[in-house]
């Protein structure tokens, strides 16, 4: 039986004539409850555009529980849509869990960027650059320590990519000499040369 969720056509005429918030979220709700979707059909609804446009429309409206009970239900059950659009979707929420000093879903939204930082780069730094802003120097250090050999040799960069990267573990390395010569009032003269 052919219906609007395995008919490509179908489901973006419908989605677009939906005008209610309400029954947007419905459908999308509906929608990712569906039986796992093939790249093609993904491609071919471009639902990573709509659904996009969706977190968009959310996050104005400060509606971040929404935003992540539906990336988690898609993470869950759609994994094609999920791997496709993940560095869109957690990336809205990335400020979220750093503003609401989430960790747990700070950590959980940075793991795959970190895993695919060089496809994704266009996302990975401001993701780095708003964990900078928010103060999180542990975390920031552990990313850039876990992705800067990866993005330093890859060659698919115009330019350094990774020379942001230096330049935060260079800050951390001279706020750690700085911190030490505050408590020990001993300045080490060969961690320069280091």
């Not at 970190?114 to 993701?127: K, R, S, V, W, Y």
């Not at 001279?174 to 030490?180: A, I």
């Amino acid at each position: 039986m052919q219906t609007i969720f395995n008919n490509a056509d179908a489901w973006g005429e419908h989605l677009n004539a939906l005008e209610k918030r309400d029954e947007l979220l419905a459908f999308w709700q509906e929608t990712i409850a569906q039986p796992s979707y093939s790249q093609e059909f993904v491609e071919s609804t471009e639902m990573g555009v709509f659904l996009l446009e969706l977190f968009e429309d959310l996050s104005l409206r400060k509606q971040f529980d929404t935003m992540l009970n539906l990336r988690n239900s898609i993470k869950m059950q759609q994994p094609t849509l999920y791997s496709t659009e993940f560095p869109y979707l957690d990336g809205q929420l990335i400020e979220y869990a750093l503003y609401t000093k989430n960790d747990a879903l700070f950590d959980d939204l940075m793991e795959m960027m970190a895993g695919t930082c060089c496809e994704h780069i266009d996302n990975f730094l401001p993701a780095l650059r708003k964990t900078a802003l928010y103060g999180k120097r542990t975390a920031l250090i552990a990313l850039c320590e876990e992705t800067h050999d990866t993005i330093h040799n890859y060659e698919g960069f115009l330019w350094d990519v990774s020379r942001e990267i230096r330049l935060y573990l260079m800050s951390d390395w001279g706020q750690t000499v700085y911190e030490n010569y505050l408590q020990t009032s001993v300045f080490d003269h060969t961690a320069w040369q280091a």
